[in-house]
């Protein structure tokens, strides 16, 4: 933890109110984006308080579909009756064989007791990490073993609803720039480019980054 309070590198919610405002500095900042957001759905913030549950189904959701990710979650919730809550002193008294039925690996296994060690050391207290920098925010979680800075990129997005966090090492993020700016580049050239791309975003690129996923699955403006 840092020694001195530090000024967060972004506001920490994005407030309902401050959408309109978002949207419009998209769209003046970038026309590309600005046809993106256009042919999009409206996306509201939805942020969730419980940082250790989040953690759980991001490490169950890696490199799986959304829908196995979804059929697996579902079989770990079987194993904490009767409300579903993998509380982490029940999660740490499981075993691989036991998180192996609900069809986890032994290493996503091991994960999950490492997120439940973390939580039960009072590690995942949602005030501090949300006014934590992305840079310490990203230390502090990838202490835990299995979570990677992609992971901490999508907590800061999603469970925390951060706004301005760029997700430049996410595949489906790739794509959609890929797509829609046309780039060529690959490896490390490609993200110097998508980065100087986003730079007009700030500081709302998170809410950039969810058009683009959602971009994904719509179809071109005819």
């Known amino acids: 933890m840092p020694s001195a309070p530090r000024k967060p590198a972004?506001?920490?919610?994005?407030?309902?109110?401050d959408s309109v405002a978002a949207l419009t500095h998209l769209r003046l900042a970038d026309p590309v984006l600005a046809g993106i957001i256009e042919r999009g759905q409206p996306i509201q913030p939805s942020p969730h308080e419980d940082l250790y549950l989040a953690l759980l189904r991001?490490?169950?959701?890696?490199?799986?579909?959304?829908?196995?990710?979804?059929?697996?979650w579902r079989k770990v919730q079987a194993l904490?009756?009767?409300?579903?809550?993998?509380?982490?002193?029940?999660?740490?008294?499981?075993?691989?064989e036991d998180l192996r039925t609900a069809?986890?690996?032994?290493?996503?296994?091991?994960y999950l007791r490492a997120i439940a060690?973390?939580?039960?050391?009072?590690?995942?207290?949602?005030?501090?990490?949300?006014?934590?920098?992305?840079?310490?925010?990203?230390?502090?979680?990838?202490?835990?073993?299995?979570?990677?800075?992609?992971?901490?990129?999508?907590?800061?997005?999603?469970?925390?609803?951060?706004?301005?966090v760029f997700a430049e090492g996410d595949l489906g993020v790739q794509n959609a720039m890929r797509k829609h700016y046309?780039?060529?580049?690959?490896?490390k050239a490609l993200l110097r480019r998508m980065t100087e791309i986003a730079e007009p975003?700030?500081?709302?690129?998170s809410l950039a980054c969810k058009y683009l996923w959602q971009s994904l699955d719509n179809q071109p403006a005819a």
Do not use: N
Not at 59 to 72: E, G, L
Not at 83 to 90: C, H, L, S, V
């Open 80 to 96: 904490f009756p009767p409300d579903g809550y993998p509380e982490p002193a029940a999660l740490l008294t499981l075993t691989d």
């Open 182 to 187: 046309k780039l060529e580049e690959t490896g």
């Open 117 to 164: 060690d973390f939580a039960q050391r009072d590690q995942l207290d949602h005030a501090h990490l949300s006014q934590l920098s992305e840079d310490d925010f990203t230390r502090h979680l990838t202490q835990i073993k299995g979570v990677g800075r992609w992971t901490a990129q999508m907590l800061q997005m999603f469970a925390l609803d951060q706004p301005d």
């Open 201 to 205: 975003w700030r500081p709302y690129r």
């Open 10 to 17: 972004f506001p920490s919610t994005l407030p309902a109110s």
């Open 58 to 72: 991001a490490i169950v959701s890696q490199q799986i579909s959304t829908k196995a990710a979804a059929a697996i």
């Open 103 to 110: 069809g986890l690996s032994r290493q996503k296994a091991g």
